[in-house]
């Protein structure tokens, strides 16, 4: 009982500091939550956890709290350079984060998976394929069920299976996953880090406290620092890697292990994902026939390239999930038809050019939307592009500007905080007004 009796507060009342505050007040903390949003929503959540026994404070309240505290625990949506941090970082309060405080009280193993893209998948699919091979886990993290919420299980476990970000790896101390992986880097996050160099260091924290009894399954092509670790490598563009893709065929170490056509995981970036899952099963001593058969019926994870239905021979396809420029490329790579694209959302400091020539060659005309709008046309001037007020609008649009054997992708390539509370609403949002659309009559004979 780490913290039983001690002084603390949690800064934060999202799902993350929520399962924070209970945890600690569970293990008999006096526990303060300060969260600068002062809303209906968060004056009702504040009322429930002051029921429970948590002091709660909103708004200027939270952002000028005199308190002196012997701990604080920072939620990761919250950027540090916020008042409400900076309140407590000039008193000189020690500091850790969620996923820090959680693993403190983890009492199995951890496995840690990284990356600005496909963490969600390969997260996801290692759960399926390690509980296929009779291992008890249990995934959670930025995967949606906070770590400080599915650590109370940890005794149960044979190992915790996290999907981490940056946010989260900027605040750990002692965090150490037995098994870390690294499945790529690209620019993301701009609107708080001021350099991708930033945003790269905070990611390296995942290999911090490893060892050289430890495991790490890295992509070939990533440039890493020398690490302590076992190195497991993939790539479905390099050959030289442990696990490697040939055409459809995936091998591990010139042995065919399976043919990615026969999954639900099409696309190299699924690739990428599938020889993630088995690095860490192979890294974790499993037998890989074993990890293979558990792949065959694993279904890609809801909002990144979700089937949402055909209409009038044009298949409509919910991206939601990619929040930035590199997720948003490999879902046009791994479309087969011309595309009509519906992109943009949140301003998050970076340019759409990188994307430029790409969309020129595999999207007919795009539908933008959010506060990126203007800027994307800006950088597009070579592809037809078409500005829509919102969701909807973009939605009917893309409806009347598809054609027969077109597909309509909606990967908006950034965040969706301008017009939405976070990427699962938005790609809800689309489905329904994807599902609600009536047959368009220039496609009817």
């Not at 929520?18 to 009702?44: K, M, P």
């Not at 400091?349 to 020129?360: D, M, P, S």
Request: proline letters at 4%; glycine letters at 8%.
């Amino acid at each position: 009982m780490i913290y039983s009796g001690k002084k603390l507060v949690v800064l934060g009342l999202g799902h993350s500091g929520e399962a924070a505050a209970t945890l600690l007040l569970e293990e008999g903390a006096h526990v303060t939550i300060c969260e600068s949003l002062d809303t209906a929503t968060t004056r009702e959540k504040a009322g429930d956890m002051e029921s429970r026994g948590i002091r709660v404070l909103l708004g200027s309240a939270a952002d000028e709290d005199p308190s002196l505290y012997e701990l604080a625990v920072l939620s990761p949506g919250i950027d540090p350079s916020v008042q409400l941090v900076q309140n407590v970082v000039e008193k000189k309060i020690p500091m850790i984060g969620e996923l820090e405080l959680a693993f403190q009280e983890c009492t199995c193993p951890v496995v840690a998976i990284t990356g600005t893209n496909g963490k969600t998948t390969t997260t996801e699919l290692t759960e399926k394929i390690l509980t296929g091979c009779g291992i008890r886990t249990l995934a959670c993290g930025n995967i949606g069920l906070p770590f400080a919420k599915a650590v109370r299980q940890s005794h149960q476990l044979d190992l915790m299976l996290l999907e981490v970000s940056s946010f989260q790896l900027e605040t750990i101390r002692t965090f150490h996953p037995k098994v870390a992986a690294w499945l790529n880097l690209s620019p993301n996050h701009l609107d708080r880090y001021s350099t991708m160099e930033e945003y790269r260091a905070a990611k390296l924290r995942i290999f911090e406290n490893q060892t050289a009894d430890d495991v790490t399954v890295v992509n070939a092509l990533a440039d890493l620092p020398p690490l302590p670790t076992k190195r497991i490598t993939f790539s479905a563009t390099h050959e030289d890697a442990d696990f490697t893709l040939r055409g459809q065929e995936i091998f591990f170490q010139g042995r065919r292990l399976l043919n990615q056509s026969d999954t639900l995981l099409p696309g190299i970036h699924n690739a990428e994902n599938i020889m993630a899952a088995l690095g860490i099963g192979l890294g974790l001593n499993l037998d890989l026939d074993g990890l293979v058969q558990a792949i065959a019926n694993h279904a890609p994870p809801a909002h990144r390239c979700e089937f949402v239905r055909d209409l009038d021979g044009v298949r409509w396809i919910n991206d939601s999930k990619a929040t930035n420029l590199d997720a948003m490329e490999k879902a046009i790579i791994s479309q087969e038809r011309t595309i009509i694209l519906i992109a943009g959302g949140k301003d998050k400091g970076g340019g759409f050019e990188k994307n430029a020539n790409l969309v020129r060659g595999k999207v007919r005309a795009a539908v933008l939307i959010g506060e990126m709008k203007e800027r994307i046309a800006c950088s597009w001037k070579n592809t037809e592009c078409h500005t829509a007020a919102s969701l909807e609008e973009a939605v009917n649009q893309a409806h009347l500007l598809a054609e027969v054997g077109d597909v309509v992708l909606f990967s908006p390539g950034t965040s969706s905080y301008d017009m939405f509370r976070n990427y699962v609403e938005r790609g809800n949002i689309f489905k329904t007004l994807v599902k609600n659309l009536k047959n368009n009559p220039s496609h009817t004979p």
